[in-house]
């Protein structure tokens, strides 16, 4: 049995996808028989309180210089055999410091684009955003890449193998986008919702944990000439997406949860790797991207409906496309690989 800690960091300016996939991770390690002991995270009052809600030890730390004592390791905790670091941008000096907390802890981190970091045993990633380096420097380091590492939360598994086929037409359209909606996409949707006549069309908009425009997007929601159900602190989500024919979100951990279950979708990237990695999705013809964040506009997001919610044949080709880049089971390739970092490297 393996020991292992996780070093995760989300909030408002972030979202919360690193902290949600880690928590995912860590019940897949447990099932696989190892101790997900402890989690480090940045003080954010929503991630804490996420992990702390399934039955996580989590402590908090301050995002400073790198010095050993950002994680407030408590002297009382075992060494762990294994870190997990699922960060949304290196953390200056961290896993330099891990490692002399931990000489002989191995280091795994996912989505981990600094290819010349030394500090590290194993890199995971979906999609490689470096611009020159095709993989790490270090002779040392594994390399793991593609969607079929995707990270998928266990309530999902149910729904893999369920087929549900395209309608004629889109009865219920899911808007979300993650714990934060850090660019206010779910407004500029709704604003285009209220141009759409459909009679069939339902709306559903998920609101986050760490949302700052809540009143008004109940208020545009509550003018929309469509039914729209407002869905907080959603517990089952799997369901929710399953039920929707169409979604509206961002390229993050949400199009990955979408694709498993073979959703088609409209996307909108939320800075510059999610507009690369939708774009490697859109080239093989499994998602509608709407292109950077910084040139969106309403027009787009209207074409883009219009387009698809009366085109049944081009949803069921997308929701085939996607079902078959992401197939659910990310979670049991890392922990087998950590498994193999573990006893290779032992």
């Known amino acids: 049995m393996a020991r292992l800690v996780f070093?995760?960091?989300?909030?408002?300016?972030?979202?919360?996808?690193?902290?949600?996939?880690?928590?995912?991770?860590?019940?897949?390690?447990?099932?696989?028989?190892?101790d997900p002991a402890q989690f480090f995270c940045n003080e954010d009052a929503s991630s804490l309180r996420a992990i702390r809600d399934r039955g996580y030890e989590v402590t908090s730390y301050a995002?400073?210089?790198?010095?050993?004592?950002?994680?407030?390791?408590?002297?009382g905790l075992s060494v762990p055999d294994a870190v997990v670091v699922d960060v949304p941008e290196p953390i200056p000096g961290a896993l330099e410091a891990l490692k002399r907390c931990w000489p002989a802890v191995r280091i795994v981190a996912l989505d981990y684009f600094d290819m010349e970091e030394q500090n590290v045993d194993a890199i995971v990633n979906l999609f490689n955003h470096h611009e020159t380096l095709k993989r790490p420097t270090g002779s040392h380091v594994?390399?793991?890449?593609?969607?079929?590492?995707?990270?998928?939360?266990?309530?999902?598994?149910?729904?893999?193998?369920?087929?549900?086929?395209a309608l004629e037409r889109v009865e219920?359209?899911?808007?979300?986008?993650?714990?934060?909606?850090?660019?206010?996409?779910?407004?500029?949707?709704?604003?285009v919702l209220k141009a759409v006549a459909d009679k069939h069309l339902t709306c559903h908009v998920v609101i986050?944990?760490?949302?700052?425009?809540?009143?008004?997007i109940e208020r545009m929601a509550n003018d929309l000439p469509m039914p729209c159900e407002i869905h907080r602190s959603v517990q089952n989500m799997e369901e929710l997406m399953f039920q929707c024919d169409l979604g509206i979100h961002g390229s993050g951990t949400t199009?990955?949860?979408?694709?498993?279950?073979?959703?088609?979708?409209?996307?909108?990237?939320?800075?510059?790797?999610?507009?690369?990695?939708?774009?490697?999705?859109?080239?093989?013809?499994?998602?509608?991207?709407?292109?950077?964040?910084s040139e969106l506009n309403?027009?787009?997001?209207?074409?883009?409906?219009?387009?698809?919610?009366?085109?049944?044949?081009k949803r069921q080709r997308m929701s085939g496309a996607i079902h078959a880049l992401v197939d659910g089971h990310g979670r049991e390739r890392i922990v087998a690989l950590v498994e193999e970092c573990l006893v290779r490297k032992g």
Do not use: C
Request: proline share 5%; aromatic share 10%.
């Open 255 to 293: 199009l990955l949860e979408m694709a498993s279950l073979g959703r088609p979708s409209i996307v909108i990237p939320q800075n510059d790797n999610e507009f690369r990695f939708a774009n490697w999705f859109r080239e093989r013809g499994a998602v509608v991207s709407l292109g950077h964040a």
């Open 208 to 216: 986050g944990p760490n949302f700052k425009d809540v009143d008004e």
């Open 172 to 191: 219920n359209l899911l808007v979300t986008f993650g714990g934060a909606d850090m660019q206010g996409h779910t407004l500029k949707v709704l604003e």
């Open 298 to 313: 309403t027009e787009k997001i209207k074409k883009a409906l219009d387009a698809l919610l009366p085109d049944r044949e």
């Open 142 to 165: 594994d390399y793991y890449e593609g969607p079929s590492y995707a990270i998928i939360r266990e309530p999902f598994r149910s729904f893999f193998d369920r087929p549900r086929p």
């Open 7 to 34: 070093l995760v960091r989300g909030g408002h300016d972030v979202g919360m996808g690193h902290v949600f996939r880690s928590l995912a991770l860590a019940e897949a390690f447990a099932a696989a028989g190892h």
């Open 63 to 75: 995002l400073s210089d790198g010095s050993d004592t950002w994680m407030n390791v408590d002297d």
